[in-house]
């Protein structure tokens, strides 16, 4: 919607946990949907946030340096009241049980995960991934990812990935205004799933798709990244 005047509306501000991991094309890919992205490293980065990203990363890395940076309470303040999209690492720490990290994760999502679940760097790989909340076939990337290996009760499973003999593996949930993914949306160029985040569960006003800048090229996969 327009603003005062005619002037353009202006763009949501939705920050990115940035302590570690792939916050830069998460930041990309949010800015090329309309929306202003914000760097998150310190507690008084999250005034004024519409929405946050979790990206995918190292979690027991990620968590150390939140007790670093006095991020730890002020997080877990935010996780509970505004819209948070965990990708990868992000999963494991929006999820309530998992295996091996030096903290307790934000248990605001009632699932349990199982980190790098799919083996080393070298057995990442891309899959189909059906999403028809977001819009329907998506290409997973998944690096060094976790799995879901439980889902609570009032968590919705939102997307799937086809396995072998037709059986399929959960790979996105959501409960309420928290969304967390296995894989890694920001790298193919498909703005779908983050547009649909910032729109039908943050429930942000972004510029028209005209107006925004169009979908990134696809990014290869990068070797640090790891859940």
């Known amino acids: 919607m327009p603003g005062v005047d005619g002037e353009p509306a202006p763009r949501p501000r939705v920050g990115v946990l940035s302590l570690q991991g792939d916050f830069e094309r998460h930041s990309r ?3 090329a949907c309309g929306a202003s992205p914000v ?4 507690p008084e980065h999250l005034a004024d946030l519409g929405a946050l990203v979790l990206p995918g ?3 027991s890395t990620m968590l150390r340096l939140m007790d670093a940076t006095g991020l730890r309470a002020p997080l877990e ?3 509970r009241v505004k819209p948070v999209l965990g990708t990868c690492a992000g999963v494991i720490l929006l999820g309530r049980e998992t295996d091996r990290l030096p903290r307790e994760t934000f248990g ?14 070298v057995h990442s790989f891309t899959a189909p991934v059906e999403a028809p909340a977001a819009g329907g076939t998506l290409t997973g990337v998944f690096i060094r990812a976790p799995r879901i290996t439980r889902v609570g009760a009032g968590v919705e499973v939102i ?3 086809e396995r072998d003999r037709g059986e399929s593996e959960v790979v996105g949930v959501r409960c309420g ?3 967390g993914i296995t894989f890694h949306p920001e790298l193919t160029g498909d703005l779908r799933l983050h547009r649909w985040f910032l729109t039908a569960v943050a429930q942000l006003a972004l510029p028209t798709p005209a107006a ?12 640090s990244e790891a859940a």
Do not use: H, K, M, W
């Open 29 to 31: 890919t949010l800015e």
């Open 39 to 42: 760097r998150v490293t310190l």
């Open 57 to 59: 990363g190292e979690s």
């Open 77 to 79: 303040t935010f996780l």
């Open 108 to 121: 605001v999502l009632d699932i349990a995960t199982s980190r790098n679940a799919y083996g080393r760097q």
């Open 159 to 161: 997307a799937r990935r």
């Open 177 to 179: 205004n928290v969304v």
């Open 212 to 223: 925004a800048s169009g979908p990134r090229t696809a990014a290869e996969p990068r070797g």
